[in-house]
Structures are given as structure tokens and as C-alpha cells.
């Protein structure tokens, strides 16, 4: 038996596939959604693949039925058929693809050793007879603490309720699953005990199941938070709430069935049952975390911003609502105040900046950015109100990652070259796109440094008394509707660039830092994985350093949930680093308007005394 | 020939608008007339600013150009002809919001349109506003929030301005984050603005009445 490396474009996610197991079954356990309607049979077709790179088993029967001898030629195979019998990089059709807005759920896999929280010990009670009518539970008890010399003490109410029957059931031989000095599950023998790791975002939501004594992965899924439908941003959000007590219930129930759902089908993907998690992580920001657990949340948004509560938390899952094991609890890990959640802790516990000697900037594009500045052991933080324009938002053509999203885009002397998401035809910008539409048009000379659109382009044209930039003319695309982006939405761009670059200047010269001293820039979170670096530096979002010092992490804060999850060790230094880390409001800070106006110019500079020097 | 100037400051053309004044002055045009003329100019900035034509650093710039223009003139004016003032503003974020960019932009098309402003900063109190109402007699007070729980701030400090008996004597707008007709009724102000420049217009059409 072989494993091999499979790489999945064009998601980029690599995973090992065993030499016996199909394609489609290694995609599954990925999280990828593949659409197989007819459940692996290969009968449907509908899980088309192509061989770029590397050897698949020969084709078999039903392949050889389903595709003609060109298409097999080309290295089209369908996914539940294939073996591999190399590494292999392989493509997935979009239109196998059952995701239809993208989740970004990849981080970089971080081998933790396991040290877990919740330990199963597999027990074989005598049964009780008129000479021993010693009670259930006590017996449970005893054999813990003689067989394994576990000092347990309690038992979860829940498990106890169930107990006695349960027990008999299993004709006295049982698993049971111990948190520190109390029972929270029993099972039949074998049980392996699960995990799940939670990242609650405001848009999106990524689930991951563990294996807790190994650490693995066994599944992982990205789902929509379906709270979207009360507002997009949180403070949307949190005005629902402020307007009646059950609307904040509501919010809560939303997320809490969510949560539910997600856990089930992680579990089904693993071939378990949800009862068979034993433990989970859940981190987010500040107002997601304050919402799953009823916390107030009024005071999050006015000055001066203070959390209900900042350290970390071990509630049970019940309290919450949440159906896994019946005694399991959920740990929160700590936040660090009102804007920077224990998502940006897990994102710091994941990318281990603090092992760099030197100073670091570490940052999470969102609406609201986090950035942190790590030198060794000291962190300082803020937050920025970037707002949504790199998610789509306050743009005329604006849109999120989703299918016909322009995702990259290239101006040439002649032509406008972009790339659309699932290759579908384009039917708006998301944030990637319109960061490499701001960067291009700077380039091209379309717009000068100070983001005002040049009246000379024969693609400039005035509506109103707007200018805006034709990106798809109708004519060139069949009737379809023209996608622009106008000078507003420049501005738009402007402002989110300025507000991050600022942060990012007022972290180091804070902290006595010059950007050239910098040793690295981790780039986390959905949006800064897919912008183009070359494109984020020409506009001056990000300094100008070397493209080698930039580091994109995917979902860092999804890995570093999971870190949590297995490890006792890695909750301990996720506590040190909320404890460490020096907040900064950046609006107190006298040099911030004048950075503002600064970093509100497009091009590669720094920021020197207060003033900007342009670079090349 | 009028309206060389203003033209010279809406292009942002600072050499161009500095030669003009100072031509202007030697001729012994009136300086209160050269500082019209350089406040159209700021207004069409403005304008274009509001139409995203312009963007932060334009505005700044072409404030400098404005200050420079002043002092040129400064020296020329006699003292009982000190620039005439429409009127006094008072403009401030209100309490619990500490959002100032769109405020000072508000507070600077105020300015170089010709009122007298009485910015009070961030955060500030309502008491803070009831105060300097009584201190300046201004008869316009702008608030400015970003922040959705702003508004309620909003109506606490129209609430104090009418508990000090000041209601009838003061026009109060506001404006920030995503403000409507709806809000403004909730706040109990007289108007709210969208831009800058709406400011400035509610500013003249109360001063004038």
C-alpha cells in the first residue's frame, strides 16, 4: 500500500490518496464538494477530472464506456473510477464542483503533536450482583481510577442519565471519554474520539473534523453563515440585536443550526456520528464570538469598544446548543478586545511569527483588517476599517468570490485580458480582481498616482458626470452588460488601501520599526490567498518588499482552531499570546490623518518622516 | 479676467493661482474680492471632490493653495475689513464615535466657503455642545457620526440642546455613516447632509433665512 501526493487544481489543495482509495474519495475527505450524483457507481459522469501531471490506474470499464478515446487521450477520467499510481496533479471541472461560492477553507497543514484534551479509555466493568450492588457510575469510577489511575470525580449530568441503560446495552464494556477530572461520553468499544474545529467568520464559516489522539484531518467544509441574511457587516448585526433581545436569539439560533448541520455532515463525510465528538474549538471575531454565546454586544460598537468578555472559555456545548457528545465542551479561545478576535489569536498561534527573529506583519483582510506586528515574544495590534471594497462591496460591479467573478485581470496596449471564477462568463468584480483593475490601470497610465482617471483612454467614457473604465464592452461579449469600474469605486479602493497601509506604517514606527527592517509579511484569510502580491505591492496596499518576504497562509485562524483543538499545549500559548499582545487604536494616534492622506496615493512608496517617497 | 483665479485653483494650478493674486494685488483689486474669487475656486473643488473627481490628497492640496492666497492678502486688508464671515458653525462627532476624517472635510468646505467654525472634536458630550451654543450664540450646529449607534448620541445632544432651551435658537444637521430621512426624524435634527457640500448649502439656505 503507497501513499501519494494528489494535487487538486484549481483549488491548489493537496492531499494523500492511497494507492486502493479513488480520487473522488481523497476529494471528499478534502472538502472539496465533487458532485457524483450517483454516488461513486460511475455510472453519472458527472465527476470528470483531467491528468495534468502523473499516472492514474487504467481505465476501467465504465471509463472506457463514459469517455471516447479522444477525451481519454486528453487524460479525462472520472474521479470515482481513478486510482493513482503516482503523485499527480489533476483538474476539477467547475461544473463538478458543488461549492458554489468559494470558502476559502486551505491553511497550511501545521503538524502539532496531539495533546489532546479529551482522552478515551476503554473499560470492562464486572456486572453487579446481589453481593455487589455497587452503583453504576461508581463502578465506572473505580475502574478509571484503579485500571488507569485517572483521578476522575465527576460525571457529566447527561451521561449519567443515559448511563445504566447504555451500560447494559454494551454488556459492560464501554469507552469513556475524560476532560480532565470528568466522564463526557461513553461509547462502545472501539470509538475513535472527534474533534471540531470551527472558524466563525462573518461571511463564511469553515469546519474542519480531527482525529484528536492523531491530529488529522479527517474532513473539512465551508459553508455560507447564514446570519448574512440580517446584513453583511457586523454592525448590521449588531443593531438587530441592540433592537429587541429576540432578534439576538434569533442571530444565535441561525448560527447554532448552522453549526449543527455542519458538524453532522463532517461527521457523515468520516462515516461518524456527531455524538462522536468529544471536543471544539470555535474562533471568530469579537462580535461572532459574542453572538453564538449570547454575550451583550452594544458596547462592541461605540467607543471605547470593550469586550463582554475577553479570556478563554470552556462552555458546554449543550449550553450552546450545539449536539455533539453529550458532556463535550466547546472551547473558546481568548480575544484580544472589541475589533481582534480569537480568530486573529488563532491566526498568530499558526503562523508562529514569534520564532522569527525580527519583526513581522501579519494581517487578515476584511472588511475590518487585523495587523499585528510580532518582534519575538512582543505583538502589538489594531484594526483597521478598510471597509468592503475588497469584498466586493461599495462597487459598482462589485461582487464576492463566486462564479463570473473577475478574479485577475491584465491591461495590455490593446486588449484586457481576465479571468473569471469557474471560467463562467464574467458577470461582475470581486476584490481580487478589482485590486489587479486598480494596479493595471496605474500601470497603464490610465490613472495617475493620485487615483484620477486619465479622459485620454479610449476605454474612459463619462456617464453623468462620473468617469468610469470599460472592463467588458457588450460588444466584445455577445450583448452581455457592460462591467466598469468607475471613478468612485477608485476612491473606494483608495480608501481601503490607505486605511491598511496606515495601520501596517503606525504598527512599526509605534513600535520603532522602519518597513525595510521587516523580515516578513503573512498575508491570512480568503482575500489575501487569491490577490495577486505583485499587484497588492504596485498599488502600495502592502510595502514594497522583495515578493519573497510575503507569505500567504490561507485560513491561518481555521489551523490554528485546529492546533487548539489537539493541543493543550497550543490553547496555553494562544492564552500567552492574547495576554502579550498590546492593542493600539490607531484613530489616537496624531500621525494618523496625515499617514491616511499619505498611503491614499496609488504606487510603491514609503512613508518617511511623515512623508511619502516614491519608489522606481 | 475674473475668474482666472478661481479657475487656476480648481486645476489645483498653485504657481499659476499664486502669480494671479499677487498680479491682482499689485493692480489694487480689492482683497476681500481676491478672496471670493479663491473661495469659488475651493467650492468647485468641493464639488469635485463630492463627485470623486478629486480624492483626499487634492483636497489637502488645494487648501494649501487657499492658505498660501491668504497670506498674500492677509497683509492687505485693512482691520475693519477683516474677511467677512457668513456665520458660526459648531460641528463635532458626537459622544462614543471618534470618526473625523468625513468631519474635517465637512469643517473644511465650511470654512473656505466662509463660516466660522467652532470644531469641538471627537467624542464630545453633549454638554460640550450646549455649552459653546451659549459661549458663540452660533446659530447652525452640524453633529457627525459614522457609527450606527451614533445616531442614538445624536438625539441625546438634540435632547440637551432642547433641555437647555436652546432648540429654537440653533439649526441642527447631521450626517456621517449611512444617514436618512428616517434618521433624522429618530434624532430630531433639522436636516442632514450627504456630502461636504450639502453641508455647506443647508449652512447658507439657514444663515440667509
Redesign the interface.
Known amino acids: 500500500m503507497t501513499d501519494y501526493i494528489i494535487d487538486f487544481e484549481p483549488t491548489g489543495w493537496k492531499g494523500k490518496c492511497r494507492d486502493s482509495e479513488s480520487i473522488l474519495a481523497c476529494a471528499r475527505r478534502s472538502g472539496l464538494g465533487v458532485i457524483s450524483v450517483c454516488g461513486g457507481q460511475g455510472a453519472c459522469h458527472t465527476c470528470r477530472i483531467q491528468v495534468l501531471s502523473g499516472i492514474l490506474s487504467e481505465p476501467t470499464p465504465s471509463e472506457i464506456e463514459a469517455l471516447s478515446p479522444q477525451e481519454l487521450a486528453q487524460g479525462w477520467r472520472l474521479a470515482c473510477q481513478a486510482t493513482p499510481a503516482s503523485n499527480c496533479q489533476l483538474v476539477l471541472l467547475p461544473e463538478s464542483m458543488s461549492t458554489s461560492q468559494r470558502v476559502y477553507l486551505e491553511g497550511l497543514e501545521v503538524i502539532v503533536p496531539p495533546e489532546p484534551p479529551v482522552k478515551a479509555y476503554h473499560l470492562q466493568l464486572t456486572a453487579p450482583c446481589l453481593s455487589d450492588q455497587k452503583a453504576d457510575a461508581n463502578r465506572l469510577l473505580e475502574v478509571l481510577n484503579e485500571q488507569y489511575l485517572i483521578p476522575c470525580r465527576k460525571i457529566d449530568t447527561r451521561v449519567l442519565r443515559s448511563l445504566s441503560p447504555q451500560i447494559r446495552g454494551w454488556n459492560w464494556e464501554c469507552q469513556a471519554s475524560v476532560r480532565g477530572d470528568e466522564v463526557i461520553a461513553l461509547g462502545p468499544c472501539p470509538t475513535r474520539p472527534l474533534g471540531l474545529a470551527v472558524d466563525l467568520g462573518t461571511t463564511t464559516i469553515a469546519g474542519y473534523l480531527l482525529d484528536l489522539n492523531s491530529g488529522q484531518t479527517l474532513a473539512s467544509q465551508g459553508v455560507i453563515n447564514p446570519q448574512i441574511s440580517y446584513g453583511e457587516d457586523i454592525?448590521?448585526r449588531?443593531?438587530y440585536v441592540?433592537k429587541s433581545p429576540h432578534e439576538g436569539i434569533r442571530l444565535q439560533k441561525l448560527v447554532v443550526d448552522k453549526l449543527n448541520e455542519l458538524a453532522s455532515d463532517l461527521c457523515s463525510k468520516a462515516g461518524a456520528n456527531a455524538d462522536a465528538i468529544v471536543e471544539a474549538v470555535v474562533v471568530g471575531n469579537t462580535v461572532m464570538h459574542h453572538l453564538l454565546l449570547g454575550l451583550p454586544v452594544?458596547q462592541l460598537?461605540?467607543?471605547p469598544f470593550t469586550a463582554a468578555a475577553s479570556l478563554a472559555l470552556d462552555i458546554k456545548a449543550y449550553e450552546v446548543g450545539i449536539n455533539i457528545a453529550p458532556g463535550a465542551y466547546i472551547h473558546f479561545p481568548p480575544i484580544i478586545g472589541g475589533f481582534v478576535g480569537s480568530d486573529h489569536v488563532a491566526m498568530l498561534l499558526s503562523i508562529d511569527s514569534r520564532q522569527v527573529d525580527g519583526p513581522v506583519i501579519a494581517l487578515d483582510i476584511g472588511t475590518n483588517t487585523e495587523i499585528s506586528l510580532t518582534n519575538g515574544e512582543e505583538i502589538t495590534t489594531t484594526s483597521c476599517a478598510s471597509g468592503p471594497a475588497f469584498e466586493g462591496g461599495h462597487i459598482k460591479h462589485g461582487m464576492r468570490a463566486a462564479k463570473g467573478a473577475i478574479e485577475r485581470l491584465q491591461i495590455t496596449k490593446d486588449a484586457i485580458h481576465y479571468q473569471t471564477i469557474d471560467e463562467a462568463p464574467p458577470v461582475g468584480i470581486c476584490g481580487s480582481g478589482a485590486l489587479d483593475a486598480l494596479a493595471q490601470l496605474y500601470l497603464a497610465g490610465v490613472i495617475d498616482n493620485?487615483?484620477?482617471l486619465s479622459h485620454n483612454h479610449p476605454r474612459v467614457r463619462m456617464k453623468g458626470?462620473?468617469?468610469e473604465f470599460l472592463l467588458v464592452d457588450p460588444k466584445e461579449q455577445d450583448g452581455r452588460s457592460a462591467i466598469v469600474i468607475?471613478?468612485?469605486d477608485?476612491?473606494e479602493l483608495?480608501l481601503a488601501n490607505?486605511a491598511i497601509r496606515t495601520g501596517i506604517h503606525l504598527l512599526l514606527e509605534t513600535s520603532g520599526f522602519t518597513e525595510e527592517q521587516l523580515r516578513q509579511v503573512v498575508i491570512a484569510g480568503a482575500f489575501g490567498s487569491y490577490i495577486d502580491l505583485s499587484s497588492a505591492v504596485a498599488v502600495g496596499l502592502l510595502p514594497p518588499l522583495p515578493l519573497n518576504y510575503f507569505r500567504q497562509v490561507g485560513n491561518a485562524a481555521g489551523t490554528g482552531a485546529k492546533m487548539a483543538l489537539v493541543s493543550l499545549g497550543k490553547r496555553e500559548e494562544a492564552r500567552a499570546i492574547a495576554s502579550q499582545t498590546r492593542y493600539i487604536?490607531l484613530?489616537?494616534n496624531p500621525d494618523f490623518?496625515q499617514t491616511?492622506?499619505e498611503t491614499?496615493?496609488i504606487g510603491r512608496y514609503r512613508i518617511k518622516h511623515g512623508k511619502r517617497e516614491v519608489l522606481d | 479676467m475674473s475668474g482666472e483665479l478661481t479657475k487656476a485653483i480648481a486645476e489645483l494650478e498653485e504657481n499659476e493661482a499664486l502669480r494671479l493674486t499677487k498680479e491682482k494685488l499689485e493692480r489694487g483689486e480689492d482683497p476681500r474680492l481676491i478672496l471670493d474669487e479663491s473661495r469659488s475656486g475651493m467650492e468647485i473643488v468641493g464639488k469635485r471632490f463630492s463627485e470623486g473627481t478629486y480624492f483626499l490628497p487634492e483636497l489637502i492640496f488645494s487648501a494649501e493653495i487657499f492658505r498660501e492666497i491668504t497670506e498674500i492678502v492677509k497683509p492687505r486688508l485693512k482691520k475693519d475689513a477683516s474677511p467677512k464671515r457668513l456665520g458660526k458653525v459648531i460641528i463635532g462627532t458626537v459622544a462614543g464615535d471618534i470618526h473625523d476624517i468625513g468631519k474635517d472635510i465637512v469643517v473644511f468646505m465650511l470654512d473656505v466657503s466662509g463660516f466660522e467654525i467652532f470644531d469641538l472634536g471627537v467624542d464630545v458630550p453633549p454638554k460640550k455642545f450646549v455649552e459653546k451654543i451659549r459661549e458663540t450664540n452660533a446659530p447652525v450646529v452640524g453633529l457627525s457620526g459614522f457609527l450606527t449607534l451614533a445616531f442614538d448620541s445624536m438625539k441625546e445632544t438634540v435632547g440637551a440642546i432642547k433641555a437647555a432651551g436652546l432648540r429654537d435658537k440653533v439649526k441642527i444637521m447631521i450626517g456621517g455613516g449611512q444617514i436618512d430621512e428616517e434618521i433624522r426624524k429618530y434624532t430630531g435634527a433639522d436636516d442632514y447632509g450627504k456630502d461636504a457640500m450639502a453641508a455647506v448649502s443647508l449652512a447658507k439656505t439657514w444663515l440667509r433665512g
Open positions: 454592525i448590521t449588531i443593531n441592540i452594544r460598537a461605540l467607543t493620485g487615483g484620477r458626470n462620473q468617469a468607475t471613478q468612485k477608485i476612491r483608495q490607505a487604536e484613530a489616537c490623518k491616511f492622506i491614499s496615493h
